[in-house]
């Protein structure tokens, strides 16, 4: 076995594990191997061995792995920060987006994606912490955005997304994680039906399971750990153009 494929197997039976211990059946969480920075050759490893939704950081890089993948039927999740010049790139060649957190950029994304694709599946993301570097709209406008999103007919919003601080307090992850649960819930509510929790990574997926996850965004404890950068640091948000 491969590293990968040893890595990949573990992480999978960790989410089983977490599904069960919360009560849940584990064929409602999908795993999503994050390959941000490592080369086509790993996604292929992964794939080989079964995993179909991989999520990229970088629209030209995660781009270029699309198109060198194309045959490989795989599902591609957009997980980084949007600017609006990438929105043509990520329209055209993801089947998911994450991190939408404006009216703006999704309007972008709805009219580039061409008629005849599906329509792109979307998260808001949430910034539960308010944190003023992080991406994401702050709770309180999470609906107005949905409303919007939900009239765009490029786009089927599926749910929220978050990252929340980098700590190791379990305790604020948990209440994180349980936030973004409550505000899905809030949302369903009022009318919405959404069905998609993106939250929980290599350090602390199994918390996000136990509080809802449906998506887990994994990469280090699959591929290993990445060369520089934290994992939405500043340098993601500096993709040059
Ligand atoms: C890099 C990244 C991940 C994966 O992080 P790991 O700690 O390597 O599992 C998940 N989500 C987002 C948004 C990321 O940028």
Redesign the pocket.
């Known amino acids: 076995m491969t590293t990968i494929s040893a890595n990949l197997q573990a992480v999978r039976t960790r989410i089983e594990a977490a599904a069960r211990a919360a009560g849940r059946d584990p064929a409602t969480i999908c795993l999503i191997a994050?390959t941000?920075t490592w080369p086509a050759a790993a996604v292929s490893d992964a794939a080989a061995c079964g995993q179909r939704a991989f999520?990229e950081?970088y629209a030209q890089e995660g781009v270029q792995k699309v198109r060198e993948l194309a045959g490989l039927g795989l599902e591609w999740h957009f997980?980084?920060p949007l600017q609006s010049n990438k929105t043509q790139l990520i329209a055209a060649h993801f089947d998911w987006v994450h991190g939408v957190d404006r009216a703006k950029i999704a309007a972008r994304l709805s009219a580039q994606r061409a008629p005849a694709q599906a329509p792109l599946q979307v998260c808001i993301q949430v910034n539960l912490g308010g944190e003023s570097s992080k991406s994401g709209v702050a709770p309180q406008a999470v609906a107005e955005l949905a409303r919007v999103i939900e009239n765009l007919p490029g786009l089927r919003l599926r749910g929220l997304m978050c990252?929340p601080e980098a700590t190791e307090n379990t305790v604020l992850l948990a209440r994180r994680f349980g936030e973004l649960a409550a505000l899905r819930d809030a949302l369903n509510a009022a009318g919405f039906a959404l069905d998609t929790l993106s939250m929980g990574?290599?350090?602390d997926f199994e918390l996000a399971i136990a509080h809802g996850a449906t998506m887990v965004?994994?990469?280090?404890?699959i591929f290993g750990t990445r060369a520089g950068g934290p994992?939405?640091g500043p340098a993601?948000e500096k993709e040059s153009s």
């Open positions: 994050v941000k999520g950081n997980i980084g990252i990574m290599s350090q965004r994994v990469g280090s404890a994992p939405d993601s």
